[in-house]
């Protein structure tokens, strides 16, 4: 074996072993940005967003004490806990770097995804604290991504042997039937169906996993309603909810997407 017959190093910072500073570094900068937006939207659906701690009404965000938006998650001033639970958000953005470099995408896909999952990790911790998913979260995460899948398409960039043309028409046309039997399970049946939240969701996450074929969208899915069932179990085992309890679906379809990225 000579030496010039290694894999060769795909070009870019975002691909090469030398990005990991760069990708600490915009973590860092966006763990404070996601706390801000969960702590602003952690609210019930119809009233305003949060904008300073609940106790003392210390403005978070530019205008407070940075040390709401740390990884303690606490009021600067009264140490009241604010938004995400501490280091969680920290955590989530750590596994989202996991996820785009075992993904290994060139460059403008990865950025496709890391805007998906940008969107996606304040969806996560508002549905697990408050139920909902903002509408605000969930069309820019829509938009966002078919919009950086359809300029990776023309750069050249594909998910399949297919092309780039081919992967963006099917991610999108993923995104819609996903969304379209979601929200008719909502029409058809109620509270026992998906939420609308849920199928606004995927819009975004079933593009993501479009773009790669069906069987990711397919994967994803399974990997959602799977954690979804075993933890509904776990929870009724432990008595923590009973059979009406309602459990949100956003973090599962996140959680199964983000497997789905990682695997694809
Ligand atoms: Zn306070």
Redesign the pocket.
């Known amino acids: 074996m000579s030496l010039t017959e290694h894999r060769p190093t795909p070009a870019g910072p975002l691909r090469s072993g030398a990005g990991w500073p760069l990708r600490l570094l915009a973590a860092a900068t966006v763990a404070p940005l996601i706390r801000w937006i969960v702590a602003a939207d952690s609210v019930p659906g119809g009233t305003a967003r949060r904008t300073g701690?609940d106790?003392?009404g210390?403005p978070f965000g530019s205008a407070g004490p940075p040390l709401a938006l740390s990884p303690l998650a606490r009021?600067g001033?009264?140490r009241?806990r604010i938004g995400a639970p501490p280091a969680t958000v920290e955590l989530a953005l750590l596994v989202s770097i996991g996820v785009l470099v075992l993904a290994a995408r060139p460059a403008v896909e990865t950025v496709a995804f890391a805007w998906w999952l940008l969107c996606a990790l304040p969806l996560f911790f508002v549905d697990l604290a408050v139920h909902r998913l903002p509408d605000r979260l969930t069309s820019a995460a829509a938009f966002g991504t078919w919009g950086l899948l359809g300029l990776a398409a023309l750069a050249g960039d594909s998910g399949t042997a297919a092309g780039g043309g081919a992967d963006w028409l099917r991610a999108l046309l993923a995104g819609g039937a996903v969304a379209f039997v979601f929200a008719a399970s909502t029409v058809l049946l109620g509270r026992r169906g998906f939420g609308l939240g849920d199928a606004k969701l995927v819009l975004s996450s079933a593009a993501v996993l479009g773009w790669f074929g069906w069987g990711p969208v397919f994967l994803g899915l399974m990997v959602a309603f799977v954690a979804a069932a075993l933890t509904s179990v776990v929870l009724l085992v432990a008595g923590r909810v009973r059979w009406s309890g309602h459990l949100p679906f956003g973090p599962f379809l996140i959680l199964g997407s983000m497997v789905a990225l990682a695997l694809a």
């Open positions: 701690c106790n003392c210390t009021c001033a009264c009241q």
